[in-house]
Each structure stands twice: as structure tokens, then as C-alpha cells.
């Protein structure tokens, strides 16, 4: 089965792959669900929308549709009091990607993340959180995954119970398993986190590296390190933040204009430009990452971006920008004198 695998075929010969996510944080901007616990449940109260940005990532250049299972787990279904959902959120939230991947020939993937159970010190615990996960498992592979994707994990032991499940329950469908790099550059449990992924590659994932948390410039000092650290094919998923050495996180970034904690209500006052983007993109290309893409914060035009450095030209570059055509901007020869002239002088204040 392994060399039939849409993946594996894709990432064969120094293939790439540009993977949107950020769905829970772009429904809870658009008020389908609730920020603190987090939960898709807008899958199965607006199950369109949930198609419709699937289709509006991929039209932006998702190689991968991935099924909006995301903290759809146990637990998490069980803060808000809707434990009886859990199946028929996470077999719904599986048919509109795997109807989106069809109509689009992309990937289709399943997904499992950080169970808020897990702790290293507890195996009753431990045993818990692999129910989750078989669970989880079970139904993306009923619904015919290419792979699953194990993502936001903190801790190493998470992750790599994450990744044996995969292989215990999976039936030979490749893992993704991407740590979620803390503020520090160690994992909860101490392993350096490049150390952490070869672990994870030598346990058998199909492409290992780092999802969330951290934005472009703080992602990438440790993206390197892990490319140094795995022969196998990587991933970099950051968020669309202005994180900084001093600020590696999202959850440690303050909003310039009160100086509070921006995570997550004001973290829009520290969105990259999507000129940081397509430079995260260019640098991740030079490095060597193979899977790349954007989590929380994540929009169509920033991945666009992506897709277009890595060589895709999706739907969506129809429209990609073009200020030639402006007119302020625009090229002289084409606009209006008056308005690249006195128009723009009375508009911009200090023209570059
Ligand atoms: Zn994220």
C-alpha cells in the first residue's frame, strides 16, 4: 500500500506539498465558534461554510484538504457539554473534505492534535488519550484518508503515542506528525525540539516538523535546525503573527497599542503583511521544506502567496495583485496625470 499512497507519491522525487489550516480560527472571527474551548462545532451547524473554505483554500493552492476535526475530540466535545456529537461531528467534518478533495484532486487528510489529557506522568492518562486517537483514526481511515495528520503536540511522548496509534490503527495510512515548537526551544519534557522530530522520523512518520505557536521569524531558526536533524521530508506551519526572538509565540505576543496580552482576542494588531509571507515562503524553499503552509491567522491571500513561491499557480492567482493598474500607483504612462500626481500628494503623506 505504501508506494500506491497519494502522499508518498507526491513527496516522491523532491516533491512538495502547500497545506492550508487555520479553519478554527477563521470560523471564530466569523462567529461560528467560540474562542476558549475552540470546538468545529460549525461543522455541524453550518456544514456549507465548512465546504466552502475548503474550496476557497484549495482555489488559493491547498494541495490538501484536511477534515476540520481539529480539538473535534473526546474531550474537548465534552467542555461543552456535546460528548454525544463526537461521532457525527468528526464522519461529517470527514465527508466535506473528503467531497472537496474529490471535486478538486487534492489530498485528503485526517486529523488528530493534543488532547488536553495527555500527561507524561500518568499512564491511566496516557490510555486515554490513545482511546481518542483510535477512535479518531478509525473513522478518517473508514472514510479513506490519504493520511492522517497528528498535529499540535507539545510534548514528544504526545506525539509519538499519536504516531504509534497511527501505526496500531491506521491500517498503513502515512502519519504527519508536527510538534508544536514552545517559546523555548525544547520540548514540554526537555528533548530539543529538532532532536524531538528525528525521534519522530526514525519512529517511522512520513514528514515530521512544526505547526503553530510560533510565527515566520521565530519558526524558522528552529525549522533549520530540524532540517539539519531529518533526512525525510519536513514541515513548517507557522502562524501568521510578528513573533520575534524576544516574542517567539503568539501566546507571548503583547498588542503595540495597550500593551496587553494579544492571544487571542487582539492578536490582529500583530498580523504579518503578506510580504512577510511570501519571504517566510522563499526561506522555507531554501531551506528545504517540503510541506509547508500556514496555521491560525490563516487567509487565502497569505497562502497564496505560499503556493505561488512554491511554483503553484492556483485559481486564485487570476487575481493576484497587480498595482500597475492603480490609480495612484499605477504605471504613468497608462493613468491619469492628475491622479499619480496631485490626487496622490494629497492622499499620501510621506511618499516613498
Ligand atoms: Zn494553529
Redesign the pocket.
Known amino acids: 500500500m505504501a508506494e500506491n499512497n497519494a502522499l508518498l507519491r507526491r513527496l516522491q522525487n523532491k516533491g512538495t506539498l502547500v497545506v492550508a489550516?487555520?479553519y478554527?480560527?477563521e470560523f471564530e472571527r466569523r462567529g461560528y465558534l467560540k474562542a476558549g474551548a475552540f470546538v468545529p462545532e460549525v461543522v455541524l451547524e453550518h456544514p456549507d461554510l465548512v465546504k466552502s473554505l475548503s474550496e476557497e483554500f484549495v482555489h488559493a493552492g491547498s494541495d490538501v484538504v484536511l477534515a476540520f476535526t481539529y480539538y473535534g475530540h473526546r474531550e474537548k466535545l465534552r467542555t461543552i457539554g456535546r460528548e454525544g456529537d463526537l461521532e457525527k461531528i468528526n464522519r461529517q467534518a470527514l465527508e466535506i473534505a473528503k467531497s472537496v478533495a474529490k471535486e478538486t484532486g487534492t489530498l485528503f487528510a485526517g486529523n488528530i492534535c493534543n488532547t488536553a489529557v495527555y500527561q507524561a506522568d500518568n499512564e491511566e492518562s496516557q490510555r486515554k488519550a490513545e482511546a481518542m486517537f483510535k477512535e479518531q483514526i478509525e473513522w478518517a481511515v473508514e472514510a479513506g484518508v490519504d493520511f492522517i495528520l497528528g498535529?499540535?503536540f507539545a510534548e514528544l511522548g504526545e506525539a509519538t503515542l499519536a504516531l504509534e496509534s497511527i501505526q496500531k490503527y491506521g491500517q498503513g495510512v502515512p502519519a504527519v506528525i508536527t510538534l508544536?515548537p514552545t517559546a523555548t526551544e525544547f520540548t514540554i519534557e526537555g528533548v530539543p525540539i529538532a532532536e524531538a522530530c528525528r525521534r519522530l522520523e526514525e519512529a517511522g512518520a512520513a514528514v515530521v516538523g512544526l505547526?503553530?505557536?510560533r510565527g515566520p521569524a521565530s519558526i524558522l531558526p528552529l525549522i533549520k535546525e530540524v532540517r539539519a536533524a531529518c533526512k525525510g521530508p519536513i514541515a513548517c506551519?507557522p502562524?501568521p503573527y510578528r513573533t520575534s526572538l524576544e516574542f517567539p509565540s503568539m501566546q507571548s505576543l503583547k498588542d503595540p497599542f495597550s500593551g496587553r496580552q494579544a492571544f487571542p482576542l487582539d492578536l490582529p494588531s500583530q498580523l504579518c503583511g503578506r510580504s512577510e509571507i511570501r519571504n517566510f515562503a522563499e526561506a522555507c524553499k531554501e531551506i528545504g521544506v517540503e510541506y509547508v503552509g500556514l496555521?491560525?491567522?490563516n487567509a487565502s491571500h497569505y497562502l497564496r502567496e505560499v503556493a505561488e513561491v512554491y511554483g503553484r499557480t492556483p485559481p486564485a492567482s487570476k487575481y493576484s495583485p497587480d498595482m500597475s493598474q492603480h490609480i495612484l500607483f499605477g504605471d504613468k504612462s497608462k493613468m491619469r496625470d492628475y491622479y499619480t500626481g496631485k490626487v496622490r500628494q494629497a492622499i499620501v503623506t510621506q511618499d516613498s
Open positions: 489550516e487555520g478554527l480560527f498535529e499540535t508544536m505547526n503553530c505557536c506551519l502562524v496555521c491560525c491567522g
